[in-house]
C-alpha cells in the first residue's frame, strides 16, 4: 500500500545476478521455483476464465427473461464449472503459498547461518574499516528484505503479468470493442496515476531528509539532556526543535496527502473502466451486436485488468531493494577469508618462550603506512612483560600480531622456536589467555560465561577459581548461584565483570597471559582487589601487560617501551627510571602537580 | 490510544467531523452509481426503445458520481494529511517539552534511546493510522452496512449471500489473527536473540576467536536461529491461507449471486410477489418485473464487491493497530511521567548574600524505588575561591555528589545551599548561571566549536573574548585553531570528528565560558593526558582565583594540592582534609594513595 512504501527505492547493481544467487539459496534445482512460478500462473489462469461463463449465466437468465422458462439446469451447470475452476484456481494458490513460506525462510534461514558463521571467518581489519551496526543490520533487516520481498515479489509480478495478459487475451477474444475500450481507459487513468507518483517521490525525499534531521537532533538533545539543563539552553534548544518540528509537519502533510491521493485515484480509476465498459457494452447491446453477458464479463475484466499493472510496478519497486538489500548479504559473504589452515596440524610445545624478530606490520589497505617498524624482544618462558607507551604507538597490535589477528609483513615471531605461521591460529591461541578491556560478557548463566567454551570444568574447578580470584562472595550470593542468567539488565559492576573475565581466563589455564588494559576501566583501589587475582593467575606464565597505569607494571621483568611502532626504551622499572628518558617521563608525569 | 488523540486540537477534532460527513457523501455517491446502471439493464433487458440516450444519460451521471466520490475522497484525503500531521506535530512537541523538564532520574528510568523511539517511529506510527483510520476505518463500516441494507431492501435471500460472505471473511481473517497475531510478538523477541546473539559474537570478536570458540558461538545461533525460522514458518503458513480464501470468496460471491438470482427470478410468476411486493399481474407484468431485478442483479454484484473490499481495507487496519497501540501506549507513559526536579520561585537575590559558596547540610539520597540510602549525611562546605576535591572508588557517590549540587537529583534528606540560599529555590536560569558542571562523559552538538562553546543561555551573552580566553584555559587553543576553519570547525554528531582528550577540554571550555561562581569537574580530566592535566589546573589556578572548585577525580596527583580533600566510601564521607592530613588519619584514602604511588612518593 502506498502509504507504508513511502521510501525510495534503492537500485541494485547487476539486477539478474542478485536474483539468480538468491534464489540458489531457495532449492538447488531450479525445480520447485519452476513449481511455483507454474502454480501462480494456473491459479491465476483459472481465475480468468471465470468471468466469462458468468456471462453466459446472464445470457441463459435473460434468455429465461425473454422467453419466459428459464434453463436452471444449464445455469447450474455453469455454476458448478466455475466455482470447480475457482476451488482449484484457490487451491493452486495456496499451495504456491505452503512452498513460498518454505522457500523463503529456508534462504533467510541459511542466509543467517552463513553471515553469522562468516563473522568468525573474516580477518580482524573487516571490522575495523566496517561497523559493527553494519553487519548487523545485513543479518537482519537485509536478509529479512530479501527474503520476505524477493521471492514474493517475483511469484506476484509473474501472475500479476499472467493476470494481465490473461485479460487482455480474454477480452480480444470476447468482444475486441470493448476490449479497445477497456484498455483506452484504464491506461488513461494510469497515466494519471503515474505523474502523481512522479511528483509525490520529491515530497517523499523531502520527508525523509526533514525527519532525519530532526531525528539526529533529537537523539543529540536527549543525549545531552544534562548538559542542556546545566547550560540554561531549554530554550534556545526548543526554539531550534520548533524550526524542525514544522519543516516535518509541512514534508509530512505533502508526502502523506500525495500518497493518500493513490487509492481515490485508483479507485477512480477502476470506476471510469466500469462506466466506459457499461456506456459502450449497453449500446452495443442495444444495436443488437453483443449478447448481455459480454457486459457482464466484461464489467468483472475490466475491474481484473487495471490491478496488475499497479501490482506489477509496486513490486518491481520492492524487488529492486531486495536485490539491492541481497547484493550487500553476498557482498559480506564474499568477502576475503582468513586462510584455510586446516593441514597445519603441529602442536606447540607448550613452554612459553616469545621471540619477536624485526617484526613489522602495516594494514594491508594502508601499505604504505607501516605501524610497527622493526619490533624485536626475547621474551623468556614465565617473565611479565609489559608494553606501555602513548596512544596509537602500537601496544595493542603487537599483541594482535603475536595472536595472528592480523598477519607480520616483515620479520618472524616466535613460539617456542617454533614461527607462528608453521602452526595454526587455534594451536596459538590455545597457548593464551586474554584479558581485556572490554569486560565481554554474554546473555547465559554465570557458570557459562566462566566456563566458556571449555570442557570437563567441575564444580569444584569454579570454586576454587571464583575463590581465587575473589569472586565467590558475588557467585554465593546470586538468587541462583552459578546458574543464575546474567543479562544485560543484571546488577553487575564493573570490577566485577573484569573479575569474571579474569576468573575466565583462569578457567582456561593456557600456558601464557595477555592482559591488554585490563584494569583501566575500574579504579585503583578495585583495581588491587583484581590486581591479586592477576597476580594469582599470572604466577609461573609468560604474560604481556598493556597498561597506561604505570603503578600496575612497576615489578614486571621488562618493560617495553613503545612510541610511533618502535621500541624506543627496554628494561626494569628501575633500571628505566634510572635512564630518565621516555619511560621516566611518562612516569614522572602521573605525580606532577600544579 | 483514545488518551492519546485528546492532544488533537478542537479544530482538528471538528475537522474530523467533517471528514466523517464527507466520507458519508462518497459512500453515498458509491452506492448510487451502479444503481443507474441497474435501471438501464433492466431496461435492456425488457428490451425496451430508445434506450440510446438515456444510456449516455445514465454513463454521464455515473461519470459524475464517480468524479464527485473522487474529489470527495481527495478532500478527506487532503484533511487527514493535515489532521495527521497537525497530530504528529503536536505530540512531538509536547514529547519533546515533556522530556526536556525531564530531571535525570526519568531520564535514566526512561534511557535516550528509548525515549527517542518514542519521540520518532512510535509517533509516526500513530500518524499513519490516524490518516488512514479517518479514510479506511470510517468508510469500510459505511460501506458495508449502507451496501448491505441497499440488498435487504430488495432481496432478502440475496443479502443472507452477502452476509454469508462477509461472514466467511471475517472468520478466515479472524482465526488466522488469532494464530498469527501472538506470534507476532514472539517473533519480535527471537529477532532481537538473534541480533544478540551476533552482537555478542561481534563485540566479542577477539574473545571468541581467543578461545577458539566460534563453533560454541555458531551452535548458539543455530539455534535462536531455528527458533526464530520455525516461528516464521509458521506464520508464513496460516497467512497462506488468506490470500486464496479471500480470493475465492471473492471471485464465488458473483457467480452465487447470480445463481441465486436466477432461482429467485425463475421463481416469479403470475400471482407471486414480485421483490418491491407488488403482486405479479400478468405475463407483461412477470417478464417487467424480472427485467428489474436482472438489472438490480448486476447493481447487486458491485455492491458485493464494494463490501468485500472495504473488509479487506478494514484488515489492513487490525494488522497496523495493535502496533500503534502499543506506541500510544508508550506515548502516554512519558506524557504522565511525574517530574521528579522543578524549579523553584522563591529565590529574592540580597546584595549581602555570600558568593561562590556551596554547603552540604546533612544531606542524604536514596534513588526512586529505593529504601536504602545511597549518600549519607553528607555535610561540607567551600568558600568563594576554594578547591574541594572529592575521591574515592568507583560507585563511592562521587558523581551523585556532583549532581545533588547542581540539582540533576534532589537531595531526599537534608539541603543543599549555593549562596546561602537552597538550591530548590533557583529558578533554573539564576542556578546555572551560578554554576557549571562539566560531565565526566563530554557531550558536544553538531553545530561549529565556536556555538558549542556559548552553547546555551542566549540572554548570557558570550562574547568572542570569552570564548578564546575559555579555549586558553582549557588548553584548548592550540587543536581549536588547527582545525579547518578554527571556530568555525563543523563539529560532528557526537563530537565524532575529535578525539575524547578535546571533546573534554572543548566541554571545560564551554563550562568556564559562562564564567559560573562555581566549577564542577566530574572526573574531567581522566581523559586528558597527565601533562595536559597539569597544565589545565595550572591555568585554572591562576586565572579563575574567585571561582570555585569541585573536582572528582581519580588520581592522586589531580588532587593532591587541593585545599581540602574528601574521601567518600559507599555514599558516606569518611575523610576531610589536605592530602597530608589524610595520609595520616584516613586510612581508605591511604589505601588509593598507596596504589598509586611509591613509599618513596607517598612521603614527597
Known amino acids: ?594 | 490510544m483514545i488518551k492519546i488523540l485528546k492532544q488533537l486540537s478542537p479544530r482538528d477534532r471538528l475537522i474530523s467531523l467533517v471528514c466523517l460527513i464527507f466520507v458519508a457523501g462518497q459512500v453515498w455517491l458509491d452506492i448510487e452509481m451502479p444503481d443507474f446502471m441497474g435501471d438501464v439493464v433492466s431496461k435492456l433487458a425488457a428490451s425496451d426503445k430508445n434506450l440510446t440516450g438515456e444510456i449516455l444519460v445514465s454513463g454521464l451521471k455515473m461519470l459524475a458520481c464517480a468524479a464527485g466520490s473522487v474529489a470527495l475522497s481527495i478532500t478527506v484525503g487532503y484533511l487527514a494529511a493535515r489532521i495527521a500531521a497537525n497530530f504528529s506535530y503536536t505530540v512531538r512537541a509536547s514529547l519533546f517539552n515533556k522530556i526536556s523538564d525531564f530531571g535525570t532520574t526519568e531520564m535514566k528510568h526512561f534511557s535516550p534511546a528509548s525515549l527517542i523511539t518514542r519521540t520518532t517511529n512510535d509517533i509516526t506510527q500513530i500518524q499513519m493510522v490516524i490518516s488512514m483510520g479517518l479514510q479506511v476505518m470510517i468508510k469500510a463500516p459505511i460501506t458495508a452496512v449502507w451496501a448491505v441494507v441497499r440488498i435487504l431492501g430488495k432481496s432478502t435471500s440475496l443479502s443472507i449471500v452477502v452476509a454469508c460472505a462477509v461472514a466467511v471473511l471475517a472468520i478466515t481473517i479472524t482465526t488466522v489473527m488469532r494464530f498469527v497475531i501472538p506470534k507476532f510478538r514472539i517473533i519480535q523477541r527471537q529477532v532481537d536473540d538473534v541480533n544478540r546473539v551476533i552482537d555478542e559474537s561481534l563485540n566479542g570478536l577477539k574473545v571468541v576467536r581467543a578461545f577458539n570458540a566460534d563453533e560454541y558461538q555458531q551452535n548458539k545461533f543455530e539455534r535462536v536461529n531455528l527458533n526464530l525460522t520455525a516461528t516464521n514458518l509458521f506464520t508464513m503458513r496460516a497467512m497462506a491461507f488468506m490470500g486464496p480464501i479471500i480470493g475465492l470468496v471473492m471471485s464465488s460471491i458473483q457467480l452465487v449471486l447470480q445463481f441465486v438470482g436466477a432461482i429467485i427470478i425463475n421463481g416469479f410468476h403470475i400471482g407471486g410477489a414480485a421483490t418491491d411486493g407488488h403482486i405479479i399481474e400478468n405475463a407483461v407484468d412477470l417478464m417487467r418485473s424480472r427485467s428489474v431485478f436482472f438489472g438490480d442483479l448486476t447493481v447487486f454484484g458491485s455492491y458485493a464487491m464494494m463490501v468485500v473490499m472495504s473488509f479487506m481495507m478494514l484488515t489492513m487496519i487490525f494488522m497496523i493497530l495493535p502496533r500503534a497501540q502499543v506506541s500510544a501506549k508508550r506515548i502516554s507513559e512519558v506524557l504522565e511521567e511525574p517530574i521528579s526536579v522543578t524549579e523553584g520561585h522563591e529565590y529574592v537575590e540580597n546584595p549581602a548574600d555570600p558568593k561562590g559558596t556551596l554547603e552540604f547540610k546533612n544531606v542524604s539520597f536514596h534513588f526512586t524505588g529505593s529504601d536504602e540510602n545511597f549518600m549519607k549525611n553528607l555535610s561540607f562546605k567551600v568558600t568563594q575561591g576554594q578547591t574541594l576535591a572529592i575521591i574515592g572508588s568507583t560507585g563511592s557517590g562521587k558523581s551523585t555528589l556532583l549532581n545533588l549540587a547542581t540539582r540533576l537529583y534532589d537531595a531526599t534528606e537534608g539541603e543543599v545551599l549555593i549562596d546561602g540560599h537552597n538550591v530548590k529555590e533557583y529558578p533554573f536560569n539564576i542556578l546555572y548561571k551560578k554554576i557549571g558542571l562539566i560531565p565526566q562523559k563530554a557531550t558536544l552538538f553538531a553545530d561549529s566549536i565556536r556555538d558549542n562553546i556559548t552553547f546555551g543561555d542566549r540572554h548570557a551573552q558570550v562574547s568572542e573574548d570569552d570564548v578564546l580566553e575559555a579555549l586558553g584555559i582549557a588548553q584548548a587553543t592550540d587543536f581549536v585553531m588547527k582545525k579547518d576553519g578554527g571556530l568555525d570547525f563543523a563539529v560532528s554528531q557526537g563530537g565524532s570528528n575529535i578525539s575524547g582528550g578535546q571533546k573534554q577540554r572543548l566541554a571545560i571550555a564551554r563550562a568556564i565560558a559562562k564564567k559560573p561562581e562555581i566549577l564542577l569537574f566530574d572526573d574531567s580530566f581522566s581523559a586528558l593526558d597527565f601533562k595536559t592535566d597539569r597544565l589545565l589546573r595550572k591555568e585554572i589556578a591562576e586565572k579563575l582565583t574567585d571561582t570555585t572548585c569541585l573536582i572528582v577525580a581519580s588520581r592522586i596527583g589531580t588532587i593532591k594540592n587541593a585545599d581540602r580533600i574528601l574521601v567518600l566510601a559507599d555514599g558516606e564521607i569518611v575523610g576531610n582534609g589536605t592530602h597530608r592530613e589524610l595520609l595520616q588519619s584516613c586510612s581508605v584514602y591511604r589505601e588509593i594513595a598507596q596504589s598509586q604511588l611509591t613509599e618513596a612518593e607517598l612521603e614527597a
Open chain 1, 1 to 594: 500500500m502506498p502509504p507504508m512504501m513511502n521510501r525510495i527505492p534503492e537500485k541494485p547493481k547487476n539486477f539478474k545476478k542478485a536474483v539468480r544467487e538468491t534464489l540458489s539459496y531457495a532449492s538447488k534445482t531450479p525445480a520447485p521455483i519452476i513449481i511455483v512460478l507454474c502454480l501462480a500462473i494456473f491459479s491465476t489462469i483459472f481465475m480468468i476464465v471465470g468471468p466469462k461463463q458468468i456471462g453466459k449465466i446472464s445470457n441463459l437468465i435473460l434468455e429465461g427473461i425473454q422467453s419466459g422458462t428459464m434453463d436452471m439446469a444449464a445455469i447450474r451447470n455453469v455454476v458448478l464449472f466455475i466455482g470447480g475452476l475457482y476451488v482449484f484456481s484457490a487451491i493452486a494458490g495456496l499451495v504456491q503459498g505452503l512452498i513460498m513460506a518454505n522457500m523463503t525462510q529456508n534462504i533467510a534461514k541459511t542466509l543467517r547461518s552463513k553471515i553469522n558463521a562468516k563473522i568468525s571467518r573474516l580477518p580482524l581489519k573487516y571490522f575495523a574499516t566496517h561497523a559493527y551496526g553494519d553487519v548487523l543490520s545485513r543479518a537482519t533487516n537485509d536478509v529479512d528484505l530479501v527474503s520476505s520481498s524477493l521471492a514474493n515479489s517475483l511469484t506476484s509480478i509473474v501472475s500479476a503479468a499472467a493476470q494481465f495478459f490473461g485479460c487482455l487475451f480474454m477480452m480480444i477474444i470476447t468482444n475486441w470493442i470493448l476490449a479497445g475500450t477497456s484498455v483506452a481507459s484504464t491506461m488513461l487513468g494510469l497515466l494519471f496515476m503515474v505523474l502523481v507518483v512522479k511528483r509525490s517521490q520529491r515530497y517523499f525525499k523531502m520527508r525523509q531528509v526533514s525527519l532525519g534531521q530532526l531525528n539526529g537532533y533529537i537523539e543529540e538533545m536527549y543525549n545531552g539532556h544534562d548538559v542542556i539543563r546545566i547550560s540554561n539552553a531549554e530554550d534556545s534548544v526548543k526554539e531550534r526543535f520548533v524550526k524542525l518540528n514544522d519543516a516535518v509537519r509541512t514534508a509530512n502533510f505533502n508526502s502523506q496527502f500525495l500518497s493518500g491521493l493513490m487509492p481515490p485515484v485508483m479507485n477512480f480509476v477502476g470506476n471510469l473502466g466500469h462506466v466506459a465498459v457499461y456506456v459502450v457494452g449497453a449500446l452495443l447491446f442495444y444495436n443488437g451486436w453483443i449478447d448481455i453477458g459480454v457486459i457482464t464479463s466484461f464489467l468483472i475484466y475490466v475491474r481484473l485488468f487495471e490491478g496488475p499493472l499497479r501490482q506489477i510496478s509496486q513490486n518491481v519497486t520492492n524487488l529492486q531493494s531486495a536485490a539491492a538489500a541481497s547484493e550487500r548479504v553476498f557482498a559480506f559473504l564474499d568477502e576475503e577469508e582468513l586462510t584455510d589452515e586446516s593441514e597445519k596440524t603441529d602442536t606447540l610445545p607448550g613452554i612459553g618462550a616469545v621471540e619477536f624478530d624485526h617484526v613489522k606490520f602495516a594494514y594491508p589497505d594502508k601499505p604504505e603506512k607501516e605501524v610497527i617498524h622493526d619490533f624485536s624482544a626475547t621474551v623468556k618462558a614465565g617473565q611479565k612483560i609489559a608494553i606501555v607507551g602513548p596512544t596509537g604507538a602500537g601496544k595493542t597490535t603487537i599483541v594482535n600480531l603475536l595472536m595472528r589477528f592480523h598477519e607480520v609483513t616483515g620479520g618472524q615471531i616466535r613460539i617456542d622456536g617454533i614461527p607462528i605461521t608453521d602452526v595454526s591460529r587455534e594451536e596459538i591461541h590455545r597457548q593464551f589467555g586474554m584479558v581485556l578491556q572490554d569486560t565481554w560478557m554474554f546473555e547465559g548463566t554465570l557458570r557459562e560465561n566462566l566456563v566458556y567454551n571449555m570442557e570437563g570444568v567441575t564444580d569444584d574447578d569454579l570454586v576454587k577459581v571464583c575463590k581465587a580470584c575473589g569472586l565467590y562472595h558475588f557467585a554465593e550470593t546470586l538468587p541462583e548461584k552459578f546458574d543464575t542468567v546474567l543479562t544485560s539488565n543484571s546488577d553487575i559492576s564493573v570490577g566485577q565483570k573484569q573479575l569474571l573475565t579474569i576468573a575466565r581466563a583462569m578457567i582456561q589455564n593456557n600456558p601464557m597471559l595477555i592482559l591488554d588494559e585490563a584494569t583501566s576501566s575500574i579504579d585503583t583501589r578495585t583495581e588491587m582487589l583484581v590486581q591479586r587475582a592477576m597476580d594469582n593467575l599470572m604466577a609461573n606464565r609468560t604474560s604481556f601487560v598493556i597498561a597506561h597505569r604505570l603503578s600496575t607494571i612497576r615489578n614486571a621483568d621488562l618493560i617495553l617501551v613503545m612510541q610511533k611502532g618502535d621500541i624506543v626504551e627496554q628494561g626494569t622499572h628501575d633500571s628505566l627510571m634510572a635512564l630518565g628518558g621516555a619511560y621516566a617521563d611518562l612516569y614522572n608525569s602521573q605525580f606532577e602537580t600544579a
